[in-house]
């Protein structure tokens, strides 16, 4: 796998690279089309001053080239070739390069220069003009500009042509000075960006460093990389909220294991108490009923706690499946209330029934009585001595209200917002640990949740304490655990056993 620095030099330098490329070649072509064009230039006022030594004197033309430097037209090397025809087509003058051969006469209109490529007697590549022209009239009369002619005086046709080698090995050497400049600068290039990118990325070789340094023992610990880079700015934030919950999620952890190893610890000692006791001599029978009795209400209290914190484990994990159907809320009320009257009635407790017929609701009865049950287990457990509970339910308009009042509370609003803390209880001494371990609620609060329902608590010392249940009327086939809606739910188990 390429790491980013990598990435970043040789796309940055194949970038350099094709711009290079494209400039040189602009570069290249334009030279190139200035080079001929001097050439041409070149050819056509040398073919220029050839035709202005050229004279018409008695009826023959003569050709004065003597006066003109002619050197390049001499045979060998690489000369320069010169043929001059007469209007019928009969050649006039043809250079000693040409060693007899002829140029390519053009053909094109006349009065202007014909420039092009032509392929030289030699074989080679080269550019030829052609020029239509009058000759000088003896006695100083004017020679008119080429194409046009006085009368009487013919119209000769000159060709000079060249070889382009200078040309071809100039653009060469352009050609290799352009592609050792563009090699060097792209090198150049590449190596600035690597010094450039690995001092831009030693802040991500720092974060990496800090992430590493972070581990389950040290999850106060927060990144911190000086001089940021404000690209990493925002990965630096988001790791440290994400630090944040880890750690409460670690400490939630170590403290739910706690808690229930405090929790359970209680009533184990108890069983183990009550049963070395018991087998310290021998007893009667009916002191032996009595002991397993005691065992039995410490057992079934416990398996209440270890199928509440199931249940709590499966609706986190959205294991619960729910399956909605048509339940009317009273009737679940009633029910729940059964197995606690007898507790009820021995705390003398007074019970109020406010319960308005709203119909049907639609949803999954195991759950929906999970909620009820242990909504009016806490209030008969905490109400006061003498006290009343107060069951109550209301239509609204998508939703149905439960409510249960309870008298005798002793916890202000700010203590009744920790109920839904797994183990927290009011007695901060702990002193009903075995009876109640404080997943009543936070149980009621997650199902409730997964059908779509609200939980409330209004508490004031001294005073009543509230627990109002909101739920809709349909529970919505995609519940907001992410649960499933088929098949029945798995909630039913242990919402009637914590009765003794």
């Not at 581990?215 to 990493?232: C, F, G, Q, S, T």
């Amino acid at each position: 796998m390429r790491s980013l620095r990598t990435r970043l030099v040789a796309s940055t330098a194949v970038g350099a690279a094709v711009v290079l490329v494209a400039a040189g070649a602009a570069l290249y072509l334009l030279v190139r089309d200035g080079l001929v064009a001097q050439f041409d230039e070149a050819m056509l006022d040398k073919a220029r001053l050839l035709a202005s030594a050229t004279e018409f004197e008695g009826g023959k033309v003569d050709l004065e080239f003597d006066e003109l430097d002619m050197g390049e037209f001499a045979a060998g090397g690489r000369p320069a070739y010169l043929q001059v025809w007469l209007p019928d087509g009969s050649v006039r003058y043809r250079s000693p390069s040409l060693g007899g051969k002829d140029l390519d006469r053009p053909t094109g209109p006349a009065g202007e220069p014909v420039l092009g490529p032509v392929v030289l007697p030699d074989g080679r590549a080269g550019r030829a003009v052609g020029l239509v022209f009058s000759p000088r009239v003896e006695g100083g009369g004017r020679r008119d500009a080429p194409g046009r002619q006085n009368a009487g005086v013919p119209a000769l046709t000159l060709v000079l042509a060249r070889h382009v080698a200078p040309v071809e090995a100039m653009l060469v050497r352009l050609k290799v000075l352009l592609a050792a400049v563009g090699a060097v600068t792209v090198a150049v290039t590449a190596g600035v960006l690597w010094v450039a990118v690995r001092r831009g990325l030693r802040s991500v070789d720092r974060l990496a460093g800090e992430i590493g340094a972070v581990d389950e023992a040290d999850l106060a610990r927060r990144i911190a990389v000086p001089d940021v880079p404000a690209e990493l700015a925002p990965v630096v934030e988001c790791l440290n909220r994400l630090l944040v919950r880890l750690e409460a999620a670690f400490e939630r952890e170590r403290g739910f294991s706690a808690d229930v190893a405090h929790e359970l610890r209680t009533p184990l000692a108890g069983l183990r108490a009550k049963m070395e006791v018991t087998l310290a001599r021998p007893r009667k029978l009916p002191e032996y009923e009595d002991v397993l009795r005691t065992c039995l209400r410490i057992t079934v209290r416990m398996q209440a706690m270890v199928e509440h914190l199931l249940v709590l484990v499966r609706l986190d994990a959205g294991q619960i499946q729910l399956c909605p159907e048509p339940v009317r809320l009273n009737a679940v009320v009633r029910d729940a209330w059964h197995p606690l009257a007898e507790r009820a009635d021995a705390r003398r407790l007074r019970l109020e029934w406010r319960l308005a017929e709203h119909g049907h609701i639609v949803a999954d009865p195991a759950l929906l009585s999970l909620v009820v049950h242990n909504v009016l287990e806490n209030a008969v457990f905490h109400a006061d001595e003498g006290g009343s509970v107060v069951v109550e339910s209301a239509a609204q308009d998508e939703a149905v209200r439960f409510r249960v009042v309870n008298s005798g509370s002793c916890l202000t609003q700010a203590e009744a917002d920790h109920v839904f803390e797994r183990f927290w209880r009011g007695d901060g001494a702990r002193s009903d640990a075995g009876v109640h371990c404080g997943l009543g609620l936070p149980l009621v609060k997650r199902a409730a949740e997964a059908l779509g329902g609200t939980v409330t608590i209004r508490s004031q010392a001294g005073g009543e304490f509230q627990v109002i249940v909101s739920v809709p009327r349909e529970t919505a086939t995609g519940s907001p655990a992410g649960m499933a809606s088929s098949g029945r739910s798995r909630a039913a188990s242990p919402f009637r056993s914590s009765a003794p």
